[in-house]
């Protein structure tokens, strides 16, 4: 059975503080690992990582994938209030479908002023 | 504007009544999808569409239907609701998949069986 495990699964930090997110992932044929942001409502789309694009950045956002070690990890530096959230790693199912997604249980991100 | 919606947003309702909750999406996504998320369990999904007439059962379809009779819409169905059944429900798209990249979700349906 595929998993996907996110730790912490809660973090509180200050402002200004540089948080290091964790996916690792248990699939066998593995393709690609995504994380979503999800705030108050509906997750959003961050990175996809594949084996040919295992480090991406967006601003104060990067995600580097470690196939070696079946995992991932996101980081944000000069963490901002409007950062909390819960973080969502996923990846796709191992029995070949392309449309079968498995998520991790999230990191709640809390980041006080 | 590129958006997933779904109908209703909230609902309260009572064991075996039967109800629908709509997504539609304005993207002309090849692929669809329902998840459910609940404390401590995460996001699961429970169908997914690969195209119109094509569905197929994701990790948690007991007491769902779903119907994907035009590319836009794809409709989730609980036949006779139970209080298992409360919880925060999210509808996705994609362009070809759950690889391809974005999935765009919709703003989510909170149900509460009683």
């Known amino acids: 059975e595929d998993k996907v495990v996110q730790s912490p699964l809660s973090l509180v930090v200050h402002e200004g503080d540089t948080v290091t997110l964790n996916c690792s992932y248990e699939?066998?044929?593995?393709?690609?690992l995504l994380w979503y942001k999800q705030e108050k409502k509906a997750p959003t789309f961050l990175f996809m990582l594949t084996s040919s694009g295992i480090e991406k950045k967006s601003g104060r956002l990067s995600s580097i994938l470690d196939k070696k070690e079946l995992s991932s990890i996101l980081n944000i530096t000069a963490t901002q209030t409007g950062d909390s959230a819960i973080y969502l790693c996923a990846v796709p199912n191992s029995g070949g479908s392309n449309y079968k997604l498995t998520f991790g249980k999230g990191t709640l991100l809390t980041v006080n002023p | 504007e590129a958006q997933v919606t779904q109908n209703p947003r909230y609902l309260i309702t009572v064991t075996g009544k039967k109800l629908t909750v709509t997504c539609s999406q304005n993207?002309?996504?090849?692929?669809m999808s329902w998840y459910r998320q609940d404390p401590g369990l995460g996001l699961r999904q429970i169908y997914y569409?690969?195209?119109?007439?094509?569905?197929d059962k994701g990790d948690v379809p007991e007491g769902y239907k779903v119907s994907r009779k035009e590319k836009r819409n794809f409709p989730l169905i609980l036949e006779s609701p139970s209080p298992n059944q409360t919880s925060l429900y999210f509808c996705?798209?994609?362009?070809?998949?759950?690889?391809?990249?974005?999935?765009?979700f919709g703003e989510g349906s909170r149900l509460t069986v009683l």
């Open positions: 996705a798209s994609s362009l070809s998949g759950a690889v391809a990249g974005e999935l765009f």
């Open positions: 569409s690969m195209n119109v007439e094509v569905t």
């Open positions: 699939v066998t044929n593995f393709r690609s």
């Open positions: 993207m002309n996504h090849e692929y």
